[in-house]
């Protein structure tokens, strides 16, 4: 067996003694070379996921000026300004 295949089995294997018997038992059903049918859309639906990953982070920063926004248009601006 490569030393690429070792190590990654090795990881796995540690991995599995780590969490609860119930995840440890999906993870080896997943690792199983019949489960490519349940792997494949999973790794498609997490580049999918990523590609649309920027999204919450472009919301955030935007917030203040959301908030500059809204205080402008309501007048809570001026209320701050002016006192």
């Not at 580049?47 to 919450?56: N, Q």
Request: net charge positive; charged share 25%; aromatic share 6%.
């Amino acid at each position: 067996m490569p030393d690429g295949k070792r190590v990654l089995r090795d990881a796995f294997k540690r991995l599995e003694r780590e969490v609860p018997e119930r995840v440890a038992h999906i993870l080896r059903k997943l690792r199983h070379p019949d489960a490519r049918w349940v792997r494949i859309p999973i790794g498609v639906l997490c580049i999918v996921a990523g590609l649309f990953s920027f999204l919450p982070v472009l919301g955030l920063w935007m917030l203040p000026l959301r908030a500059c926004v809204a205080a402008t248009t309501a007048g809570g601006a001026s209320a701050l300004t002016h006192s």
